[in-house]
């Protein structure tokens, strides 16, 4: 069993910044993967980035490439979201998401999940 939990959420102005945290327990994640999703009020959960455990290349929504940054430390089990330029749209609930498989953009990739922290950006 894998437990994930997410830290780093909170209120921000817009163009702040924020680096969410997920700290991975249980299985080890050699040769797996790791994602973060999101859900904003009313809305389906949707990609945000992808990761592969091994690291390599990265993954992300149109929606946040070029602010938002995924990486890993394997030492630590911990994945990252670090979060700049922020905009209202980007309130949401932010879940970390762990697969055996291999990665994934999609919500049925992701065999694990987090309870998720809330983000909130105020114009």
């Known amino acids: 069993q894998v437990q994930l939990v997410e830290s780093g959420g909170g209120l921000v102005q817009a163009g702040g910044s924020l680096r969410l945290s997920c700290a991975a327990s249980?299985?080890?994640?050699?040769?797996?993967?790791m994602g973060w999703f999101r859900e904003a009020s009313g809305k389906e959960r949707e990609f945000v980035a992808a990761?592969?455990?091994?690291?390599?290349?990265?993954y992300y929504a149109d929606s946040v490439k070029g602010r938002f940054a995924i990486f890993r430390d394997s030492a630590k089990n911990t994945v990252y979201l670090q979060m700049n330029s922020l905009k209202p749209e980007d309130t949401a609930v932010y879940r970390c998401?762990?697969?055996?498989?291999?990665?994934?953009?999609?919500?049925?990739?992701?065999?694990?999940w987090g309870q998720g922290t809330q983000v909130t950006v105020s114009s």
């Open positions: 998401a762990a697969t055996i498989k291999g990665v994934s953009t999609q919500v049925n990739g992701y065999d694990y």
């Open positions: 249980g299985r080890t994640f050699s040769g797996r993967a």
């Open positions: 990761v592969p455990w091994s690291g390599g290349r990265t």
